[in-house]
């Protein structure tokens, strides 16, 4: 009887196969349009929030809307009391929005861990700081356009006609708007929660609202107070505010007795480069989203 013959084990080929091609990792969306969402969802927060909302934009125009039904009368110069205060009421909302109410927003953000979520998404680290800077323009000219609309159209306060008078007032703008916001970046990026954030920086606004000649006039002011709180931007951004809405005689209502155009804009253009290097320093060393 014949043995049947053990069987080979069986050899296995692996059939040739392409090659996959190589996956590609997509991001879920550019740089531009992770820019605008993290701008829109600033601004729904900001209207979504009743405090903001009122601080930054009701309560300058509330305030121009008072002072102008209170003080009916001309002052010295022949405009009315609301046209002197207008320039002021800008400058003063530009202020509450652009520094307060982001410091504050940055210091929620950093707190709540939003800073830590948005580093482990794909997107670019600057998109952060760009959308701030664009929801921060956003509100500063929409309250600045509610303001001359309403001051305009309403209470009959008269705007500038020179080419020069609304140059200088976008200059200011610009100047005041960006050493703002660095500003408001840095302060949020320092303080380790919002409620710190509100303690720091509601009190200074307050106080620079009466030091830098928005409510009370420098010239009622005692000498080493003007001096000491010259120091800052928001007396000259109130002041070149002031040279582009009001005749060229409110100069003389100036400590100096005259416009200082270049100093003013000197002053802001240093607040806003400090501002910046500040925002980059503390930004850098801050690990909360690292």
């Known amino acids: 009887m014949t043995a049947a013959a053990p069987h080979a084990p069986a050899q296995h080929v692996a059939a040739p196969h392409a090659t996959a091609p190589a996956r590609t990792v997509q991001r879920p969306g550019g740089s531009a349009a992770a820019v605008i969402t993290l701008t829109r969802t600033s601004l729904l ?18 305030m121009l809307v008072l002072f102008h039904t209170v003080f009916p009368w001309r002052i010295n110069g022949g405009i009315t009391y609301g046209e002197y205060m207008l320039p002021v009421m800008i400058i003063m909302g530009v202020l509450m929005t652009c520094l307060q109410i982001l410091a504050i927003s940055v210091a929620s953000e950093r707190e709540t861990g939003e800073l830590k979520r948005l580093a482990v998404l794909p997107v670019p680290p600057w998109a952060h700081v760009t ?20 001051g305009h159209f309403a209470l009959g306060i008269a705007l500038p006609g020179a080419a020069r008078s609304w140059g200088l007032m976008a200059l200011t703008l610009v100047l005041t708007i960006g050493a703002c916001t660095a500003l ?16 720091i920086m509601t009190p200074l606004v307050i106080l ?10 420098l010239a009622q002011l005692p000498t080493w107070m003007v001096d000491i709180f010259s120091v800052f931007p928001v007396r000259w951004s109130a002041e070149l505010m002031r040279e582009a809405l009001l005749p060229a005689s409110f100069g003389a209502a100036e400590p100096t007795g005259a416009w200082e ?26 690990t909360v989203d690292r």
């Not at 155009?261 to 801050?286: E, H, N, Q, S, Y």
């Open 184 to 199: 408001g970046l840095a302060v949020g990026r320092l303080c380790p929660s919002s409620r710190a954030a509100s303690g």
């Open 208 to 217: 620079f609202q009466f030091v830098s000649g928005l409510f009370l006039p």
């Open 45 to 62: 927060a900001f209207v979504r929030e009743p405090i903001s909302f009122v601080m930054g934009i009701i309560y300058p125009l509330a």
């Open 261 to 286: 155009t270049g100093k003013g804009l000197a002053v802001v253009t240093a607040w806003l480069v400090g501002g910046i290097v500040a925002a980059i320093i503390l930004t850098r060393r801050d």
């Open 131 to 150: 959308a701030k800077c664009l929801y921060n323009t956003i509100l500063a000219l929409l309250n600045v356009v509610v303001l001359m609309v309403v």
